[in-house]
């Protein structure tokens, strides 16, 4: 494993305001990717140089999905790394932690890991020297468990200010990777529960849209077209950052059932860690109707802002009452753009400028 930071590297080179940046996952431009560019793209704007630990420039890609200016970042290959002293080290972390001897080390978790071993001697003494950061309460419970560590709760950035409420149309909407790799996305579960709400609801559409990977399943999402066929239901793939502000613009309702499963022992894993498209969608007026469980807790205030479901009548019932009582849409609709606004980016960067 690389040290980063080490004081013995190049003296030549001031150490300065330059930072490392290290996730493994940019290939699936998922939650993670959005939290860790915009990590980045504070730095940026706070005059740091960042290097990005990835053998190609995908700032372009980046742009697209998530509306996020890093073109000043640098993209940096594996055999650069020891010609770099680094002053902060930011380490998403697949469940394992860096030797690093940069002067701050922040170690950023999405995922609520358990049985990794955090308690050996090797990985106690590094995590004595490191700032633990978590996605939510959520995750911040595990990790906390697993490490001895008191980590921070940043949640993750959402641009309130870019969603807007347009023009409603009877959309239910479902903002999710199509991959069942880690998550309990759910998505078959969605497209059961409106073909049976479907005679109650003739006049309602519902949409799927959601990022392909390389972890995809291609038989998945072919199975969900089929499951999906004749009815009114469109599934949308790749959709660009401005597709999915016109799609919460103009849904009524959000839908989620990440997570869920009937015999309702789950792992962590496949929980959602928290839901950043249910945000986006609150803050353009769509009422989340989502599962009770992970970080949609956090987010929504039960018949407030919401709904949190624990069963499949639960959220038919629910997306009735909101489909056919324009006051209560109209009062939780108001309630979950208010909701939105505590999760702006505004609080993660002053979050993280405290930090560092």
């Not at 494993?1 to 940019?26: C, E």
């Not at 479907?198 to 390389?214: C, E």
């Not at 209560?328 to 980016?345: G, P």
Request: include cysteine; proline fraction near 5%.
């Amino acid at each position: 494993m690389p040290v980063f930071g080490n004081s013995k590297m190049k003296k030549s080179l001031p150490a300065g305001r330059r930072a490392l940046i290290y996730n493994p996952y940019w290939d699936s431009l998922g939650g993670g990717e959005r939290y860790t560019a915009s990590f980045v793209k504070l730095l940026l704007d706070r005059g740091w140089q960042v290097d990005i630990f990835w053998p190609k420039d995908i700032s372009s890609q980046i742009f697209d999905r998530f509306g996020l200016d890093i073109s000043k970042a640098n993209f940096v290959p594996r055999y650069t790394l020891y010609a770099i002293r680094y002053t902060l080290v930011f380490w998403l972390s697949d469940g394992s932690l860096p030797i690093s001897l940069a002067k701050k080390t922040i170690i950023h978790f999405q995922f609520p890991f358990q049985n990794i071993k955090g308690h050996s001697l090797f990985n106690f003494i590094k995590s004595r020297f490191y700032t633990f950061v978590a996605n939510s309460l959520f995750t911040k419970s595990a990790i906390d468990r697993e490490f001895s560590v008191n980590s921070h709760v940043v949640y993750p950035p959402i641009d309130t200010t870019q969603f807007t409420s347009g023009k409603k149309r009877n959309h239910i909407l479902y903002v999710g990777r199509f991959s069942h790799l880690t998550q309990l996305k759910n998505h078959s579960l969605l497209i059961d529960a409106f073909s049976n709400l479907h005679p109650h609801l003739p006049n309602w559409k519902l949409i799927l849209a959601g990022g392909t990977t390389v972890g995809s399943d291609v038989q998945y999402l072919s199975g969900l077209k089929t499951q999906a066929r004749g009815l009114p239901i469109e599934i949308i793939t790749d959709p660009t950052y401005s597709k999915i502000r016109d799609l919460c613009s103009q849904a009524k309702i959000f839908w989620s059932a990440s997570g869920y499963s009937p015999a309702r022992v789950v792992d962590p894993l496949q929980i959602e860690h928290f839901g950043i498209t249910v945000v986006e969608a609150m803050a353009a007026g769509a009422v989340p109707v989502i599962t009770n469980l992970g970080g949609h807790r956090e987010i929504v205030v039960p018949g407030d802002s919401g709904f949190l479901w624990d069963n499949l009548s639960e959220l038919q019932s629910f997306t009735i009452r909101l489909a056919t009582d324009p006051k209560l849409y109209s009062r939780l609709s108001k309630a979950a753009i208010d909701r939105s606004k505590i999760f702006d980016i505004s609080q993660f960067n002053h979050d993280f400028i405290q930090l560092i």
